[in-house]
């Protein structure tokens, strides 16, 4: 059964750090892109980041040189280092794979998803 389960969301101040990971199971993760993406209440869903199966990295404007995606080939599991948080980054992240071979930030791309983690900024 293909499973990609997020975890490491929460609170966290402005200006704080967290990692989220995406771990995936019944399925070999470097076999397809992960994409990153956040949904925040009232908005649709916007990609954060992408590394493709050859690990291509590329990221949204709004997340440069904050936000770092990884994958962790013996893990079967991704990451994204977010650091230098803003009430802006507030959102429910999910993380997706895709089959394309090229990089793409577009959620129709994506054709599986974790069930998500919220992140909270907020003092």
């Known amino acids: 059964q293909l499973q990609l389960v997020e975890s490491g969301g929460g609170l966290v101040q402005p200006g704080g750090s967290l990692r989220l990971s995406c771990t995936a199971s019944?399925?070999?993760?470097?076999?397809?892109?992960l994409g990153w993406f956040r949904q925040a209440p009232g908005k649709e869903r916007e990609g954060v980041s992408y590394?493709?199966?050859?690990?291509?990295?590329n990221y949204a404007d709004f997340v440069k040189g904050r936000f770092t995606i990884s994958r962790d080939n013996t893990k079967n599991t991704g990451y994204l280092q977010m650091n230098s948080l803003k009430p802006e980054d507030t959102a429910i992240y999910y993380c997706?794979?895709?089959?394309?071979?090229?990089?793409?930030?577009?959620?129709?791309?994506?054709?599986?998803w974790g069930q998500g983690t919220p992140v909270t900024v907020s003092s």
């Open positions: 590394i493709t199966k050859r690990g291509s990295i």
């Open positions: 997706g794979i895709s089959p394309a071979a090229w990089g793409t930030l577009a959620p129709r791309d994506y054709n599986y």
């Open positions: 019944g399925f070999t993760l470097d076999s397809y892109g």
